[in-house]
Nanobody, 128 residues
Framework: QVRLVESGGGLVQAGGSLRLSCVGP????????MGWFRQAPGKEREFVAAIAWTGVHVYYADSVKGRFTIARDNDKSTVFLQMNSLKPEDTAVYYC?????????????????????WGQGTQVTVSS
């Protein structure tokens, strides 16, 4: 069974930073495109950031561009989301997801439906 395990969430003041980590899937982590999504109470799950299996191409939602950075370490089977200049509207449960298909990742990385595996989520709360 493929497992994704997120960590790094917590409570932070507006303007602060957090770094989320997600381990897995192993042992073929380097073959997966990886994404981060979030879901706030009463809202639908939304795309945050994605990184192709090569690590070369990265993608961001407009709402986080310039503040968040996605990166991956294939040797450690880990994807990271560095979140800076956090705002109260960034409060949500953050999920990492793994996509095994390389097709159309460039254009469909924002679509939750293309991801095969999901983590359990980690809570991020930003106080004003």
């Amino acid at each position: 069974q493929v497992r994704l395990v997120e960590s790094g969430g917590g409570l932070v003041q507006a303007g602060g930073s957090l770094r989320l980590s997600c381990v897995g899937p192993e042992p073929t982590f380097s073959s997966y495109g990886m994404g981060w999504f979030r879901q706030a109470p009463g809202k639908e799950r939304e795309f945050v950031a994605a990184i192709a299996w090569t690590g070369v191409h990265v993608y961001y939602a407009d709402s986080v561009k310039g503040r968040f950075t996605i990166a991956r370490d294939n040797d450690k089977s880990t994807v990271f989301l560095q979140m800076n200049s956090l705002k109260p509207e960034d409060t949500a449960v953050y999920y990492c997801a793994a996509d095994s298909s390389h097709r159309y990742f460039e254009t469909e990385h924002h679509s939750a439906g293309r991801y095969d595996y999901w983590g359990q989520g980690t809570q991020v709360t930003v106080s004003s």
